[in-house]
């Protein structure tokens, strides 16, 4: 059964990092692009980056182009995003989905499956 978790969330003051895990089973890691996503309070789900399958393509939503680094260990079956520069816009639960593919991040909200998510605060 796919499982996905995610660690690494808590509390930064503006311009702080945070570095976010997803340990995946259920599944051969590789055979998915995965994504993660966010959720401010009161707001809808946003499309935050993605990563490819085997190749290593990524993409990233605007917002976060040059601050969010994603990447992935297959062998590990572990997703990661590195955040530095940290703003409080950045505040919310993050979530690392599983899709099909790794294209347009900015609106996109058609993930498979993903975890019960990691709260981020950015707060000083």
């Known amino acids: 059964q796919l499982r996905l978790v995610e660690s690494g969330g808590g509390l930064v003051e503006p311009g702080g990092s945070l570095r976010l895990s997803c340990v995946v089973s259920g599944f051969t890691h590789d055979y998915y692009t995965m994504h993660w996503f966010r959720q401010a309070p009161g707001k809808e789900r946003e499309g935050v980056s993605c990563i490819s399958r085997t190749d290593g393509y990524t993409n990233y939503a605007d917002s976060v182009k040059g601050r969010f680094t994603i990447s992935r260990d297959n062998a590990k079956n572990t997703l990661y995003l590195q955040m530095n520069a940290l703003k409080p816009e950045d505040t919310g639960v993050y979530y690392c989905?599983?899709?099909?593919?790794?294209?347009?991040?900015?609106?996109?909200?058609?993930?498979?499956?993903w975890g019960n998510g990691t709260l981020v605060t950015v707060s000083s």
């Open positions: 989905a599983t899709d099909r593919i790794c294209g347009v991040v900015d609106g996109y909200s058609g993930w498979d499956s």
